[in-house]
């Protein structure tokens, strides 16, 4: 067996793990990436790229069949597939080879294979041993699906939803997560009749409630249906149709399914546990600063139970490389970090729902709704939706909730002030380019801080 030695070993080269990857070398380490598929992982190949790219598209289909209502004329004539495709592909391919190019521009090694984690610590790919003085572990995250629906010929995952050749005339969308409300979202902008079925009572059951009701609005007004609170009680497909059957009996008859229930961590059949590495429910278990039980073995990205976000893994990435390297960086809990999903309308929020705050703190908050008929940008826009601050009375805000085409380039601003700990009244004198959008954020919070301007 061929022995190699590097500072640092990167198990994985998605977000999370090339971070680490470009991190460390930055600092001066010498660094391996073992990878099976392509650097980027999910996020750049199958996930947040190739989705947005979509979600684009559909916007400018939006427009096109809207625009007379700007006094533009155009005609909507569909959807040309194969040139969506490319579109598409075309975005991930040029992010693609930037990411190389920086990857080998750093100096860091990429061995394409399949790795497994040895004592050592080190990375086993074929006959060849990568032995680090830290190994990173970022082997990210699968399609999760329900006991009884296998993936597979109308039955969708999101990495065969990207794929279609066609746009299904009718589907069905399983789970009203982010995942499943963008899908549901861009079928709907590219002509689909769209049912989102969620087993909790609103959709992005994990925001604030308030974000799932205006959103659920919003998809009845653009006629997507939504059946919530309703889990599914059996699928069966065939060669023309997949028929959902619901808790109470009613049926869904569609073209596809989508499902999208979750990711599950790939953890399986790595030698983690051998190594010594703890696995809770498939996640690895780590520390406050994403150290494993196996000595200088770390993890970061999807494998690490949380919001499994592009961002975060990059984050994660980051700081396992300082900490390597003997830095402190800043902690930045969950909480903190900004979620967006990329729907017509956009969610986005940071920070606590009112319901966490108030199971915190009890009366101690106070929020405010600020609707965005108020905002003249949105009104150009012609989006409808709300800015929701939530803040300890006389204290820092502490959770910042939007629903509304674009919020999600406002919530940069809503993780300062949540992250900073600042209070409404920190904020207010820096008043919001006019007309903009991030008024509306900066409205509610003068209301908060007991000085509206535009509102009473
Ligand atoms: C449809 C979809 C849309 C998404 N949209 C967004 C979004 O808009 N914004 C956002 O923040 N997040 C989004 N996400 C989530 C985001 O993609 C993930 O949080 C992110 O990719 C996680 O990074 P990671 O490094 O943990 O794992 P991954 O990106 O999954 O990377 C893991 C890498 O490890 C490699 N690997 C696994 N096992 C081995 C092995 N044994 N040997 C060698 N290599 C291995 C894999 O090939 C892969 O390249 C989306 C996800 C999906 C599915």
């Given at each position: 067996m061929a022995v190699h030695e590097a500072d640092l070993?990167?198990?994985?080269?998605?977000?999370?793990?090339?971070?680490?990857?470009?991190?460390?070398?930055e600092l001066g380490s010498s660094v391996v990436i073992v990878e099976k598929d392509k650097l980027g992982g999910t996020c750049l190949h199958r996930g947040c790229?190739?989705?947005?790219?979509?979600?684009?598209?559909?916007?400018?289909?939006?427009?096109?069949?809207?625009?007379?209502?700007?006094g533009v004329r155009a005609t909507w004539e569909g959807v040309d597939v194969p040139a969506l495709t490319a579109y598409r592909e075309a975005i991930v391919a040029k992010k693609h080879k930037g990411l190389q190019g920086l990857i080998a521009a750093r100096g860091i090694t990429v061995v394409h294979g399949a790795g497994t984690l040895e004592q050592g610590p080190a990375v086993r790919v074929g006959d060849d041993l990568y032995r680090g003085r830290d190994v990173v572990?970022?082997?990210?995250?699968?399609?999760?699906?329900?006991?009884?629906?296998?993936i597979g010929g109308r039955i969708l995952g999101s990495e065969q939803a990207l794929e279609l050749p066609e746009i299904p005339a009718h589907v069905a969308v399983l789970g009203g997560?982010?995942?499943?409300?963008?899908?549901?979202?861009l079928w709907r902008s590219l002509g689909a009749d769209v049912t989102v079925i969620e087993a909790l009572p609103t959709l992005l059951p994990a925001d604030d409630e308030v974000i799932g009701k205006t959103l659920e609005?919003?998809?009845?007004?653009?006629?997507?249906?939504?059946?919530?609170?309703t889990p599914v009680s059996a699928v069966t497909a065939d060669e023309d149709r997949v028929v959902v059957r619901l808790a109470d009996d009613a049926e869904i008859t569609a073209d596809a399914l989508l499902?999208?229930?979750?990711?599950?961590?790939?953890?399986?059949?790595?030698?983690?546990?051998?190594?010594?590495?703890?696995?809770d429910r498939g996640f690895v278990v780590v520390d406050d600063d994403l150290r494993t039980a196996a000595d200088h073995v770390w993890a970061v990205g999807d494998i690490v139970a949380g919001p499994q976000l592009a961002h975060r893994g990059f984050q994660q990435g980051i700081q396992v490389a300082e900490r390597i390297a003997g830095r402190r960086p800043v902690r930045v809990p969950d909480a903190h970090i900004p979620r967006v999903?990329?729907?017509?309308?956009?969610?986005?929020?940071?920070g606590l729902t009112e319901a966490a705050a108030r199971a915190l703190h009890g009366d101690a908050i106070t929020t405010y709704e600020y609707n965005l008929a108020g905002n003249a940008k949105s009104e150009i826009l012609g989006t409808a939706g709300i800015v929701k601050v939530v803040r300890h009375v006389d204290g820092p805000v502490v959770g910042i909730h939007m629903v509304g085409d674009r919020v999600g380039e406002l919530i940069a601003e809503g993780q300062l002030i949540v992250g900073w700990e600042a209070h409404p009244e920190d904020v207010t004198p820096f008043l919001h380019?006019?007309?903009?959008q991030s008024e509306a954020l900066g409205e509610a919070l003068l209301a908060l801080a007991g000085s509206p301007l535009h509102t009473l």
């Open positions: 070993v990167v198990l994985g080269g998605g977000s999370g793990g090339y971070a680490a990857a470009l991190r460390a070398a790229v190739p989705t947005k790219a979509l979600l684009h598209a559909g916007e400018v289909a939006d427009n096109t069949r809207d625009a007379a209502a700007v572990v970022a082997t990210g995250s699968y399609t999760r699906t329900l006991p009884g629906i296998d997560g982010v995942i499943g409300v963008e899908f549901a979202s609005r919003a998809f009845r007004r653009r006629g997507i249906r939504t059946v919530l609170g499902v999208a229930v979750g990711r599950a961590p790939a953890t399986d059949g790595l030698g983690l546990e051998a190594a010594g590495v703890g696995l999903t990329y729907s017509s309308p956009e969610a986005a929020s940071v380019a006019h007309p903009t």
